[in-house]
């Protein structure tokens, strides 16, 4: 056994397996007799319990196997797609319901053909009072929903129907409790599975699935894919798709490439890179949808020198907009024009000042007793690529104001814990508005104390204007406080709009009925696959 | 003859000493010697100089021009925000062989004194600073190094200290092996009677021996440290955006690779490629020098 | 007979009390630093939370105690077996890294194989004849081998045997689409062959071809330069040149000259092999490779630190037993070692 026989055995396998592999050159599909909806994740869902739900992806599974309240109605948009129109509500679960005394009591009717699944029982009130029970009991994120609704007490009025409770009239109910943790759950299949040191059955339910859905699981490989079958006694009809297997891939090109081989037939959370490039695939479109999602840079702004609102605004003029808008987004997406969405109800243009202009951002500082400018740490969660172009360019922009501006990419985890912190000076990330009214948004973000306030910031005029806002139902009403939010805001900048964001969602062409939902999450329900034949 | 005047064949002359370049030369062929030291002189110079040179700026973003190829204007074309990649190259050549040095020299400078005193004591102080070295080669480095820099903060000073660290072993061994033979040499025996302190005696004595064979293998060491460093940016640890980097470079490509966009990644590769084959070179060339005991 | 037993004992006993004080100490160290790392309380709570629930969560995680009693709590777990829950694929560490592990340790297998199959005939060549093409080639690859960053590597030949030949399928995982390969071993390639599913094992091969070259190519110089060199030193030994002086026929030379090539020959292996380990990180990263070095980085990204400890004592543990292992195997085939100790 010398070195040249090895090497000769060494060509010997080498050409044997490339002769094999050259054979095995078959279509790396396997075909399937049902019509399967595949869809490539970044990530594993992390509960089926949708009280406990955090994060996109379990948000979205929960929407599509759970029977929500209410939902949107859709108008389509002649551009391939629809969207969910934020100023109607439909019912789901619930069929019918009455305001009473003056917007304190709203009478449900429960739909009353609705099915669980797994179990086959039918739906009745003693599911939605589960649903609250467990609200109240499990202490957590839709406890937050019933209490910002201002619900005070749910209460079962019949077999089918039930009683809600307000404590004043609430402009964002209908908007919360279509959010796609607020459903009926199987009361019965809960109430089986509650153990000792777990009177709400959460380890059951974060496993197991008990919505009266479009869909429920048939099964879950953790890590890999779950698959759902469709709910062929849904209410509404049963969905085009027999399954969904939602693959779990987490390399975002990896997705891309699936899409494009087409192994997956929808790709989601991809990078504007990789959606350029399957823009020009064939048998790939990419729909490309305004959102109320902005691009934000937050202060802290009890610190010096952000403490001081002329820096605040001086930085606010030293934003390249529209070059961010064509550069980094191509031209998709919206230029930022203040707090409220562009695309949002009550959003006024006229009101927002700030454009590009160095000079006036000079002046400003200045003012602010800042001539030779400032060094400023600007946080940013690892991963995420749109946002790092945008800190590159505002590091070149504010450099020519004299602030030199560092860019610290965090991993997400301690990002999310110095936002709740207050430790960064500058964060910057996207937020999804997807209730549409600026008392929402005020509540959660702007006001003294909220529990996203990661500004630190404290106005007590915009608080008024908030807590008003909680409780105004009339349009004219809100209107005019809507102007009065946006102007404090605008002036106080304690955060800039960088930017609105496209929703982006790459799929095979065959794939119609989109509806874009105002969260982002992917409704499986209405898509179906168009067959030339 | 003139008594200053070397013969032509004398045996004076055959056993001359020679210069350390010299000596190079012969052992390993002149072509050899200076391609290799003129490319990595060509390298440094050309990191040392960079802001002086007639570059594009290597931090200026231009979203609306990314990802253009190699042209006239950009040699090796910009990547995905716009930058000239050509330029980031040069200038990254700066920030890797800064980063590498500083962690190999300050891994040598606690490293050898460690060998040394290791290999002169012997005993219980030899035996667990060799077994601890030996244990922490059992590290899994890269991840190793990842969770002390997301732990102790991800600054550039935290990766020439883990570099440094991950250096430390190579060099105590090294020095503890030239020392150990050392300790019963005559010279040691005789400032031992003449009481010198111990650690006078490492150092004036036994250390500078090690000198050599610490400088030879310095260059090498550069090259393993550029590579970890590189590595470590692939990942996302240890840059500051925008600051040109091979590594980061790399990877901030890494994903248009796959779309046909090769120029952001092919080229800051090379230069790292060429940075660490050379290193590597001028390493083999310094150790010929060594004079081998045996 | 009783001496050498006796000796025996001394050296195991000192070998795998080396193993077991290593352990602890990685352990040790790369828990206090993994703690460091920030609490991922926040990320877990969401943004709609209250005070209450943060502090909950904390207590859940076991935050609020001091580091010492954090450390034996997670000691004691492990020694059950328990080595925690990831908390970005939610399930528990032990069932995320049997998944990884075997994918992980393919990769590492066939990546050695094909290097040793590369680097050791080479090498032999090279060591036995100084002069020729073969040492001068061999010079060469083992230098580009070294120098060469294998994440670079490997995105060269994805993008020339992917994105332009289409010689090779994608770098996002180790099979295609829709091939269901049964779990005996975890090894595509072994379980494929095991259920006789042909376009299988051919989809799982094809999917190896790029990581593991990528990894052969740039572990295997060493293998390839300690078998040079020590094939070199072989042949200058009187007995090699006695034999060639005598006329054996160059066969016989060989194999005699092989023979003191295996101890230092199959430790560089073993450590190659404990190395490649965690050394699969970044090629992982860039093959989207569902290992454990893959697994590792994501942890760290979302600042889990279960995983992470989890992989870091495997890779570490892997590692010095492969050490102890080989040093053992060296002391039954050369008895000088175990005296010295």
């Not at chain 1, 102007?483 to 794939?511: C, G, H, N, S, W």
Request: aromatic share 10%.
């Amino acid at each position: 056994m010398n070195g040249r026989s090895l090497l000769l055995l060494g060509g010997l396998i080498l050409v044997v397996a490339f002769v094999a592999l050259k054979r095995t050159r078959i279509s790396e599909t396997q075909d399937r007799e049902t019509d399967v909806l595949v869809i490539a994740i970044a990530s594993d869902i992390e509960t089926l319990d949708p009280p406990f739900s955090r994060f996109q992806r379990s948000n979205e599974t929960n929407l599509n196997v759970f029977d929500q309240f209410f939902r949107y109605a859709s108008r389509d948009t002649g551009k391939g797609y629809r969207v969910a129109d934020v100023g109607t509500i439909e019912g789901a679960a619930i069929e019918s319901w009455d305001w009473l005394d003056g917007q304190r009591r709203l009478a449900l009717k429960i739909r009353r053909d609705t099915v669980f699944a797994k179990t086959g029982r039918t739906v009745t009130a003693d599911d939605f009072a589960c649903w609250f029970e467990r609200a109240y009991g499990t202490d957590s994120g839709t406890l937050w929903n019933v209490e910002t609704a201002k619900i005070t007490k749910a209460e079962k009025t019949g077999d089918y129907e039930m009683t809600l409770h307000f404590s004043d009239p609430s402009p964002w109910f209908f908007s919360l409790f279509r959010d796609q943790s607020q459903a009926p759950i199987d009361h019965v299949a809960a109430a089986q599975h509650v153990e000792s040191d777990d009177e709400w059955a959460t380890r059951w339910l974060s496993k197991n699935d008990v919505g009266s859905g479009e869909f429920y699981v048939i099964s879950w490989e953790p890590g890999v894919k779950m698959v759902l079958k469709a709910n062929s006694k849904y209410w509404a009809g049963r969905a085009f798709f027999d399954e969904v297997e939602l693959r779990i891939v987490p390399n975002s090109t990896a997705r891309a490439l699936l899409l494009r081989e087409g192994e997956v037939d929808i790709a989601t959370d991809l990078s504007t890179d990789e959606l350029q490039a399957l823009r020009g695939a064939p048998d790939v479109k990419v729909l490309s949808i305004p959102t109320r999602n902005q691009m934000i840079l937050g202060f802290n702004t009890n610190t010096p020198p952000l403490d001081n609102v002329k820096v605040r605004q001086a930085l606010s003029y030293a934003v390249p907009y529209e070059l961010i808008h064509e550069g980094i987004f191509k031209g998709r997406g919206l230029v930022s024009a203040g707090p409220i969405p562009v695309q949002g109800r009550f959003h006024d243009s006229s009101l927002w000042p700030y454009a590009f202009d160095l000079e006036k951002a000079r002046a400003l500082l200045e003012e602010a007793g800042y001539p030779e400018g400032f060094e400023l740490t600007l946080d940013i969660a690892q991963g995420q690529p749109l946002t790092e172009q945008v800190a590159v360019v505002l590091q070149d922009t504010f450099s020519q104001i004299a602030v030199k501006l560092r860019i610290n990419p965090q991993s997400s985890a301690i990002f999310a814990e110095q936002l709740g912190t207050l430790e960064h000076q500058a964060w910057m990330r996207d937020l999804l508005w997807y209730v549409d009214d600026p008392g929402y948004t005020g509540e959660l973000f702007f006001k003294t104390g909220a529990v996203s306030n990661w500004m630190g910031y404290s106005n007590l005029e915009l608080d008024e204007v908030i807590r008003q806002l909680s409780v105004m139902v009339d349009p004219a009403g809100k209107a005019r406080l809507a102007e009065t939010y946006q102007k404090l805001i605008i002036t106080d900048a304690p955060v800039l709009f960088l930017a609105e964001l496209p929703f982006e969602i790459a799929m095979r062409e065959e794939i119609d009925g989109y509806v874009q939902l105002p969260d982002n999450l992917l409704w499986y329900y209405p898509l179906y696959r168009k067959k030339d034949r | 003859m003139v008594a200053n005047q070397l013969p032509e064949f004398s045996a004076a002359r055959l056993f001359a000493r020679r210069s350390l370049y010299g000596r190079m030369v012969e052992a390993n062929g002149a072509w050899r010697v200076h391609l290799n030291l003129a490319l990595l002189l060509v390298i440094l110079v050309l990191g040392v100089l960079a802001p002086l040179l007639p570059l594009q700026d290597p931090v200026k973003p231009d979203p609306l021009g990314s990802l253009r190829p190699p042209s006239s204007e950009h040699l090796f074309g910009t990547d995905t925000h716009g930058m000239d990649v050509f330029a980031r190259v040069i200038h990254a050549i700066r920030a890797d062989f800064a980063l590498a040095l500083s962690s190999v020299v300050i891994g040598a400078l606690i490293g050898a004194p460690l060998g040394a005193l290791s290999g002169y004591l012997g005993g219980w102080f030899d035996n667990f600073t060799t077994r601890v070295t030996e244990v922490f080669q059992g590290f899994p480095q890269i991840l190793f190094a990842m969770a002390i820099l997301a732990a102790a903060g991800n600054t550039l000073l935290n990766v020439v200290l883990v570099v440094a660290f991950y250096n430390i072993p190579v060099y105590s061994k090294m020095v503890r092996s030239v020392v150990v033979p050392l300790r019963e040499v005559e010279y040691v025996q005789a400032a031992k009677v003449a009481s010198v302190p111990t650690l006078g005696i490492v150092f004036r004595y036994i250390l500078p021996n090690a000198l050599v064979p610490v400088f030879s293998q310095l260059p090498l060491s550069c090259a393993y440290a550029v590579q970890m460093i590189a590595g470590l940016s692939f990942l996302g640890l240890g840059v500051t955006i925008p600051t040109p980097e091979w590594g980061s470079m790399i990877q901030l490509g890494a994903n248009q690779m796959i779309f046909g966009h090769w120029w952001p990644s092919v080229f800051p590769g090379l230069a790292l490629f060429l940075s660490v084959w050379l290193l590597s070179n001028v390493s083999d060339l310094l150790k010929s020098l060594v004079v081998r005991r045996s | 007979m009783l001496e050498s037993a006796r000796q025996w004992c001394l050296f195991l006993l000192k070998r795998l009390g080396f193993l077991c004080i290593s352990l602890i100490g990685v352990s040790l160290v790369t828990f206090v630093v993994t703690h460091q790392i920030g609490d991922p309380v926040y990320l877990l709570v969401g943004p709609k939370h209250t005070q209450e629930m943060l502090d909950n969560m904390v207590r859940e995680l076991g935050l609020d105690q001091p580091l010492y009693a954090q450390y034996c709590r997670y000691i004691s777990r492990l020694a059950q077996g328990d080595l925690g829950v990831s908390r970005y694929t939610f399930s528990p560490v032990l069932s995320d890294i049997r998944l990884r592990l075997p994918a992980t340790l393919e990769l590492s297998t066939y990546a050695l194989l094909l290097g040793v199959l590369w680097a050791v005939p080479l090498g032999l060549i090279a060591g036995r004849h100084k002069k020729s093409w073969a040492a001068k080639f061999a010079d060469l690859s083992a230098r580009a081998g070294a120098s060469m960053p294998a994440f670079w590597l490997g995105l060269l030949l994805i993008f020339v045997f992917y994105a332009e030949l289409h010689w090779l399928p994608a770098p996002m995982g180790r099979i295609g689409r829709g091939f269901e390969v049964g779990t005996v071993t975890g090894w595509y390639t072994i379980d494929s062959l095991l259920a006789g599913n042909w376009s299988a094992f051919g989809s799982s091969v094809r999917h190896l071809v790029l990581p593991a070259l990528t990894l052969a190519f740039t572990t295997s110089p060493s293998i390839l330069l300690i078998t040079r060199n020590t094939m070199a030193e072989v042949m200058k030994t009187d007995y090699i040149r006695t034999a060639k002086s005598f006329g054996m026929p160059p066969q016989t030379i060989s194999r005699y000259a092989v023979r003191n090539l295996l101890v230092p020959v199959s430790t560089m292996i073993a450590m190659t092999y404990g190395y490649l380990l965690s050394g699969t990180v970044l090629v992982e990263v860039v093959f989207t490779w569902p290992g454990l070095g893959f697994y590792a980085v994501e942890a760290m990204n979302h600042s889990d630190y279960e995983p992470i400890m989890a992989v870091v004592l495997l890779s570490a543990g892997f590692y010095l037993l492969v050490y102890v292992l080989s040093d053992i195997l060296s002391a039954i085939i050369d008895p000088r070692i175990r005296v010295g100790g």
